[in-house]
């Protein structure tokens, strides 16, 4: 069975990640909103920041150039930190939007990058809640893998909620990832989103 | 406080002159994920009182000296339109009582929120009074609560926010605008929903030790029910799961 | 500003040079209007009008008052806006921002110019006239804040009703006569880039236009205008979008007197 769960509500103590949970007066309680499993016994958040990990893909724009790193705006708590790449050719600069993988988490929520590609200057970028990430995704990127193929674009998702997308069909690309967005926590949707798609195109 | 010269008789046959009877609340509607731009939202009718509250972070800190390098800041801003009351036309902007209040409503959240998650970030709560009707701050922060919950942001429990006050020598939940004039005394509160902490408490006019306990048992009772409408909002975004 | 990023400007304007727009409109297509009228019953008036994704309110307080010393027979409009914190990551706490003072000015403008209200019509006794305060504010911003508040004060004022003055008080309980509306302004705002026009920008798109300019007309004349931005226009393109602006308000307006 699956419920949602608000802040504060009152949880099993035997979770099996206790992600998203904390103690309040001598039980375990959620701290987010989100949906909780009792078969799998854990919680999926429906809202909330983003938090990075070592190694996840992300896209930002460049808010700032120092001499040895770069800060990127991800949209997070805090600028991420670019190293700069002395052996690379792509020296930044700001506006630039890029993507990149997190290297490591410095003071708990920092995320250090050391390596960037520019994202291709003809894409079009867009921010989506990352907690909807997961959802444009989907399993095994099938519903990325579906939005590039109906609409020829070539979308680049960073888990901080960035998404860049080039290509043909930007427009219908971007209307199936608002779509997403707004109706993420329903059932059913990579149907929904072909239906739409289809549909456009006549 | 009004002068009490003129001051109408506030409770007839033991109902109040909107026919409440000494616990009982206006009526409350709350719409929760209203804006588009904000992290969170929510909008919130409480008898004529007309509030949106809105949620953005957590974020990079500006100015950046104000940062916490072990915990998220909260930034709190409450202000009433000058379109918000019926008399005169008010100014816009913060006066000294508004800024008074966002301290206060800070404070609330400063409880609940988990601010060791977000070291060196920010995170703005803006509540704005469309329109006035008497106990504001506790309405503001019923709202402000679900929009941060709609945000997202980590928080150990839920708050709620009610008045008590003291209309024609008795004690009332949720004291209103003729009331609040005219009352013998007024004490706005912040509770926690799990275990009835108190997060905000002011109080001004005169009360006995029994009747301020009176006063939190009335909070408590009132809050089981502001507690169920603010969880109803927050579901309500999510129809279908 | 958060968000600038090099993508942007480069992509709206490569689409516009194939007649696109990011979010698949008509170059001259205004987005969905939607106006809720007597939102408020402690104000006067007030109306919440949302354009696309872009949302304001305005309200209306009336309050008796001297009359300026060079209008002793007419009462006052003024309208203010406010640019709150919690409609876009961009807006700060503080006193107005020049963007906020600008967006006043020019929608009063409009209104004033356009005689929309009848100010002989505030003229209550010698040293008493009606004060008419609009204030607006926006509560979630995506673009185009000249033509929503434009709708949204007009809505305003157009159901906003005076209450009643004797014997040196206001009753305002008593609020049974309208305020006099003698004409219905709306402006149409235009954005520029290189050699493209469109009409209402959205957020993204304004944040990389070239130039902007509003024009008021009341379908008839033109009653104010406001050119914006670095970026220029040339005399044909101006006379082209009155041209649009004027034909435009009969669709805006439309909304405005439903």
Redesign the interface.
């Known amino acids: 069975m699956k419920k949602i769960i608000l802040p504060g509500d009152a949880l099993p103590d035997d979770l099996a990640v206790a992600h998203y949970t904390c103690i309040n007066n001598g039980s375990v309680v959620s701290k987010v909103v989100g949906v909780y499993d009792d078969e799998r016994k854990e919680i999926v958040p429906l809202e909330g920041a983003w938090h990075p990990r070592v190694g996840s893909s992300i896209v930002g724009i460049i808010a700032s150039v120092g001499r040895n790193t770069c800060s990127i705006d991800l949209k997070h708590s805090s600028y991420g930190i670019l190293v700069n790449d002395k052996m690379s050719r792509y020296s930044p600069k700001v506006g630039d939007v890029i993507e990149s993988v997190v290297r490591s988490i410095e003071r708990k929520n920092v995320p250090v990058m050391d390596r960037a590609r520019l994202i291709d200057g003809s894409s079009w970028l867009v921010y989506v809640k990352p907690s909807k990430i997961p959802r444009v995704l989907g399993r095994n990127n099938s519903m990325l893998k579906q939005i590039e193929e109906l609409t020829q674009t070539r979308i680049i998702v960073g888990l901080n909620g960035f998404v860049a997308i080039s290509g043909k069909g930007i427009n219908p690309a971007v209307a199936s990832i608002r779509k997403i967005e707004s109706e993420a926590h329903t059932s059913g949707l990579t149907d929904k989103i072909k239906d739409m798609l289809l549909s456009m195109k006549e | 406080m009004a002068s009490k010269i003129n001051k109408p008789k506030l409770i007839h046959d033991g109902k109040r002159l909107d026919g409440r009877g000494p616990d009982e609340l206006r009526e409350i509607k709350i719409e929760a994920g209203i804006l588009k731009n904000a992290n969170g939202s929510a909008y919130l009718e409480w008898g004529k009182n007309r509030i949106i509250a809105a949620v953005y972070g957590p974020k990079e800190v500006m100015p950046k000296h104000f940062a916490d390098p072990n915990a998220a800041i909260i930034k709190c801003r409450y202000s009433m339109a000058p379109f918000s009351s019926l008399e005169e036309h008010g100014r816009s902007g913060q006066n000294r009582r508004a800024v008074e209040i966002s301290k206060v409503i800070k404070e609330v959240f400063e409880n609940v929120v988990v601010l060791n998650e977000y070291p060196n970030s920010e995170i703005d709560i803006f509540m704005e009074v469309l329109q006035s009707d008497g106990s504001t701050r506790a309405a503001c922060i019923n709202a402000a609560a679900v929009a941060l919950a709609s945000a997202g942001i980590p928080m150990k429990d839920m708050v709620y926010g009610v008045s008590v006050g003291k209309v024609d020598g008795e004690i009332c939940v949720d004291v209103d605008m003729l009331e609040d004039n005219y009352s013998d005394a007024d004490m706005p509160l912040a509770i926690s929903h799990r275990d009835d902490r108190i997060l905000l408490l002011q109080m001004d006019g005169d009360m006995s030790n029994e009747e301020i306990g009176r006063g939190f048992d009335m909070a408590v009772e009132a809050g089981k029910k502001i507690r169920e409408l603010q969880r109803e909002a927050l579901l309500a975004m999510y129809k279908g799961v | 500003m958060?968000?600038?990023?090099?993508?942007?400007g480069?992509?709206i304007r490569?689409?516009l040079k194939e007649g696109?727009r990011?979010?698949?409109r008509e170059q001259f297509q205004m987005r969905e209007i939607e106006i809720n009228r007597e939102?408020?019953?402690?104000?006067e008036g007030?109306a919440r009008a949302r354009l696309g994704?872009t949302?304001v309110?305005a309200?209306?307080?009336v309050?008796v008052e001297e009359p300026h010393s060079d209008t002793p027979e007419e009462g006052n409009l003024i309208v203010?806006a406010?640019l709150?914190?919690?409609?876009?990551?961009d807006f700060e706490?503080g006193?107005?921002s020049p963007a906020a003072i600008e967006l006043a000015r020019v929608v009063d403008r409009g209104i004033r110019a356009g005689s929309c209200v009848d100010l002989q019509s505030l003229f209550i006794e010698k040293g008493k006239v009606y004060?008419v305060?609009v204030?607006i504010?926006v509560?979630?911003?995506?673009g185009n804040l000249f033509d929503v508040c434009t709708i949204a004060a007009m809505s305003a004022l157009m159901n906003t009703r005076l209450p009643k003055y004797s014997d040196g008080e206001v009753d305002?309980k008593d609020r049974s006569a309208k305020l006099k509306i003698d004409n219905v302004v709306s402006s149409a705002t235009f954005g520029k880039f290189g050699g493209d026009i469109i009409l209402d920008m959205n957020a993204d798109e304004e944040q990389a236009a070239d130039a902007r300019i509003t024009i008021t007309t009341d379908g008839k004349v033109v009653r104010a205008m406001q050119k914006g931005l670095n970026g220029d226009f040339s005399i044909k393109e101006v006379e082209q979008l009155v041209d649009i602006a004027l034909k435009k308000n009969s669709e805006i307006t439309g909304h405005i007197k439903r």
């Open positions: 958060s968000g600038i990023n090099t993508l942007k480069a992509y490569s689409a696109k990011n979010d698949s939102v408020l019953s402690n104000a007030s994704n949302d309110i309200g209306v307080k309050v203010s406010e709150l914190p919690m409609a876009s990551a706490t006193p107005p004060s305060y204030d504010y509560l979630d911003y995506d305002r």
